[in-house]
């Protein structure tokens, strides 16, 4: 059974690391920064042994080359986006998987907050890496994509066992859900899980990781009935200032 860790770091990222108690093996999963994820590390007594990026945005990518440096660690990230890693040691896509000891994660595509954007499925840890692409409540900004690759990638990622625990790259959620009731009011799944957020918040806790149960009762860009409602929510959340 896998280990994960959450390492918060610059204002609101986590980096999240993936241990194997059985080999030993550590990932690092989209580190914005080296030092917290290597004190982290020493703390637990972790051996770090590889980075998995999701995309290429530098707070997902600028801890690769001091952790690889003092790590000898093996960086694995998007074929599509390796031109803007230069520290990637091996590009995957869509069918790809990455290991960790034993244990075996499928890489997805999920392209729309960049071209290259790739998620990192365990389907025996019922758990996934989503990087900037699915938050609690939300989903990344459009930056080099449409909204029907997001609508795409929601109904994807929708599908996904319930009980799958969603590891997000930020503390998005209180901003997410401050939109995200606007979007639905009436759904009292959404407001009571608001209430619980504004509660965790206000006590300085995390609220990720997230389910896909949850964020399928909640989310309303996993929810949106059609690209045009799903763009229409991106368009009303870019606006919005809550
Ligand atoms: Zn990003
Ligand atoms: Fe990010």
Redesign the pocket.
């Known amino acids: 059974m896998i280990e994960i860790a959450r390492v918060p770091a610059l204002s609101d990222n986590y980096i999240w690391l993936a241990h194997d108690p059985v080999s030993g093996e550590t990932a690092v999963v989209d580190p914005a920064q080296a030092e917290p994820v290597l004190a982290e590390a020493e703390r637990r007594g972790w051996r770090i042994t590889q980075i998995w990026n999701t995309?290429w945005?530098p707070?997902?990518t600028g801890g690769n080359a001091a952790i690889k440096a003092a790590t000898g660690c093996v960086i694995t990230g998007p074929a599509a986006e390796a031109a803007r890693i230069p520290t990637l040691d091996r590009q995957v896509g869509e069918g790809d998987r990455a290991t960790l000891g034993g244990i075996a994660a499928e890489v997805l595509e999920v392209p729309a907050?960049?071209a290259g954007h790739i998620a990192y499925h365990l389907p025996g840890e019922a758990a996934i890496f989503v990087?900037?692409t699915l938050f609690a409540m939300g989903c990344?900004r459009l930056f080099e994509g449409t909204a029907a690759q997001m609508f795409a990638n929601m109904q994807r990622l929708a599908a996904l066992p319930p009980e799958t625990r969603v590891y997000c790259a930020h503390e998005y959620t209180l901003s997410n859900g401050r939109y995200a009731v606007t979007a639905e009011p009436d759904n009292e799944a959404l407001l009571t899980r608001m209430a619980e957020v504004e509660a965790a918040r206000a006590r300085e806790e995390a609220t990720v990781p997230t389910t896909i149960a949850l964020e399928r009762a909640t989310n309303p860009f996993m929810r949106a009935a059609s690209v045009e409602e799903l763009a229409e929510r991106r368009a009303a959340k870019d606006a919005f200032r809550g």
């Open positions: 995309h945005h707070d997902h907050h960049t990087g900037d990344g």
